[in-house]
């Protein structure tokens, strides 16, 4: 962090070193561009520390946003699946597997139409679950 530090107190060094008289016109130059470095990496210490601190504050919230990512998601036993599968159905017209998605149930009834034999299967919530949302119903 202070290596922009060294560097200007560096030249400040070789300026007193090299006996330059500050009376003069160069001198004056020099000595004014070396104070300039000199709040410029003071400046550039104050904006490392800054980030630093920036840096700690997202390290904490991102941590606590997985925190809350696994307890929404990975604590929801809900039967979602990548595809949005809903459950598994028997068609009581016909006997097939349905599988039943998040789509087939975007209507305002309680039914869905059978994919195989386009029948209305009527569906009946039913969930004990004291802690399910309105995401997370068991059909």
């Not at 560097?7 to 030249?11: E, I, K, T």
């Given at each position: 962090m202070g290596y922009v530090k060294e560097?200007?107190?560096?030249?400040k060094g070789l300026f007193a070193g090299m006996n330059i008289d500050e009376s003069t016109n160069e001198g004056?130059?020099?000595k004014e561009i070396i104070e300039v470095l000199g709040d410029i990496a003071d400046s550039v210490?104050?904006?490392e520390e800054v980030q630093e601190h920036l840096e700690e504050q997202v390290d904490t919230i991102?941590?606590?946003l997985g925190e809350v990512e696994r307890l929404l998601y990975d604590d929801c036993d809900c039967g979602y699946e990548d595809d949005e599968l809903i459950a598994?159905?028997?068609c009581p017209h016909c006997?097939?597997?349905v599988e039943?998605?998040?789509d087939m149930l975007d209507t305002e009834e309680d039914s869905f139409k059978c994919t195989a034999c386009g029948k209305d299967i009527i569906v009946e919530w039913d969930c004990d679950c004291d802690e399910c949302s309105d995401e997370c119903d068991e059909i």
């Open positions: 560097r200007v107190a560096y030249l004056k130059l020099f210490s104050d904006i991102d941590e606590d598994e159905i028997q006997h097939e597997i039943l998605t998040e």
